[in-house]
């Protein structure tokens, strides 16, 4: 499997998914992204665990 965002990326495509009023939740973001949704898992133990730490920086 090949990982095409850096952990950068992918909260950089959450924040703007949080900032657009966008679904966040796992399955809507597994259906609707699944390329962010494959990568956020590879580089953070869960979902809930990207959703933070977007909200932290």
Do not use: C
């Not at 809507?28 to 949704?37: A, I």
């Not at 580089?43 to 932290?56: G, T």
């Amino acid at each position: 499997m090949e990982f095409t965002l850096g952990a950068d990326e992918v909260v950089r495509r959450i924040k703007k998914l949080q900032s657009s009023g966008g679904a966040t939740s796992k399955k809507q973001v597994k259906q609707s992204d699944p390329e962010l949704m494959r990568n956020a898992l590879f580089y953070f133990p869960s979902w809930e665990h990207a959703l933070r730490n977007a909200d932290q920086l």
